[in-house]
């Protein structure tokens, strides 16, 4: 059945993608682009467990990955994964939505055996414009940082096209422990690149509308707070403890966590530099996406800040989905992206 769902569609430039040679400032591309690596993540995956998906070690800072689905039509893909969420307990907590503040009371839901705890993301690939595109649901978060993490694992030490393995791969294994180098295609007669000469990366930039940035750039003087929304992960050691350091404004020594994202916001009164607004809007790449972290400004003479957000290339439409048991149907959901091509690629 199909029902009407809002989109969030952001776009994303692929600045890199296959092997390089390291370091190179020119003529540093051997092989391997965003094409051939999303058919070999299909290929690679076909018929497997989505256990078995895995490409990295979780550790403080990242959760587990997994593939949940890749689709291809028109010379397109669509991609899911599934990110993996703290669940120590085998249980997932849940408080009733109409529950009064300070009285709430968590249930707990047990997991079924082997089943994995987490959500689902989705990304809309176009390897021949070089981009990719979060597509994100109302109330989820685009997983953008985890499946850059996992594409690099995957060309790092599982790509069949490309890796040639000193034995046994596993999760764990350092690159310079278990893999021995990359060859340009899956053939035995071709040179085997050592590590010192081949480097696998994905990388990608945020597509933007400098136009934003511009108009807060050349009204700085008017400006006179600045505002942060940040997302803080308590699951992470990093997050736990910036958290911590939060709370203890507060005069909280050790604060409790139930394991779920924070969503805090701050200001202070400060007028930035131009290189420091620069610098802003660098950190702001690195960790925008979510639809809450941002950076706003307060300036003389308006009611509500700026934020740089508004600089994103975004788009926010109402399109037909179809889900089996609450995951997405990919290939429609292809199809239905392709569909709306003109309106989701405005930039």
């Not at 997994?66 to 028109?74: E, G, T």
């Not at 703290?86 to 009371?105: E, M, R, Y």
């Amino acid at each position: 059945m199909k029902l009407k769902e809002e989109v969030t569609v952001t776009h994303f430039d692929v600045t890199r993608c296959g092997y390089f040679v390291p370091f190179a400032r020119n003529n540093a591309h051997l092989f391997g682009d965003a094409e051939s690596m999303l058919a070999d993540l299909a290929s690679w995956s076909a018929g497997v467990d989505l256990v078995q998906t895995q490409t990295y070690a979780p550790g403080d800072e990242l959760l587990p990955t997994y593939l949940l689905d890749v689709k291809s039509a028109k010379r397109e893909y669509l991609v899911g994964t599934w990110n993996g969420t703290a669940d120590s307990s085998g249980n997932v907590l849940s408080v009733p939505a109409t529950a009064k503040v300070g009285s709430a009371q968590a249930t707990t839901a047990v997991l079924p055996p082997g089943n994995i705890a987490g959500y689902a993301t989705y990304f809309w690939f176009r390897p021949d414009q070089q981009e990719f595109s979060t597509v994100q649901f109302a109330g989820g978060l685009n997983g953008r940082q985890n499946m850059l993490a996992y594409t690099n694992a995957f060309l790092a030490k599982f790509n069949p096209r490309h890796v040639v393995a000193k034995g046994s791969v596993t999760l764990k294994a350092d690159v310079h422990r278990c893999i021995e180098g990359y060859r340009e295609a899956q053939d035995d007669t071709l040179e085997v690149l050592p590590l010192e000469k081949a480097y696998p990366v994905f990388e990608s930039l945020l597509v933007r509308n400098e136009g934003r940035i511009n108009e807060i750039k050349r009204n700085l003087a008017s400006v006179h707070t600045i505002i942060r929304k940040e997302t803080i992960t308590a699951t992470t050691a990093a997050g736990k403890s910036h958290l911590g350091g939060i709370m203890g404004v507060f005069g909280v020594e050790k604060a409790r966590t139930n394991e779920h994202d924070y969503r805090v916001r701050y200001q202070i009164k400060y007028r930035p530099t131009a290189a420091e607004f620069d610098a802003m809007v660098e950190t702001y790449k690195a960790v925008s996406g979510n639809g809450w972290d941002d950076i706003g400004f307060l300036m003389t003479g308006r009611s509500s800040p700026l934020w740089l957000s508004g600089s994103m290339a975004r788009t926010k439409a109402e399109i037909e989905v179809v889900r089996n048991g609450h995951v997405v149907d990919a290939p429609q959901l292809l199809r239905t992206l392709q569909l709306h091509r003109a309106e989701l690629l405005k930039k």
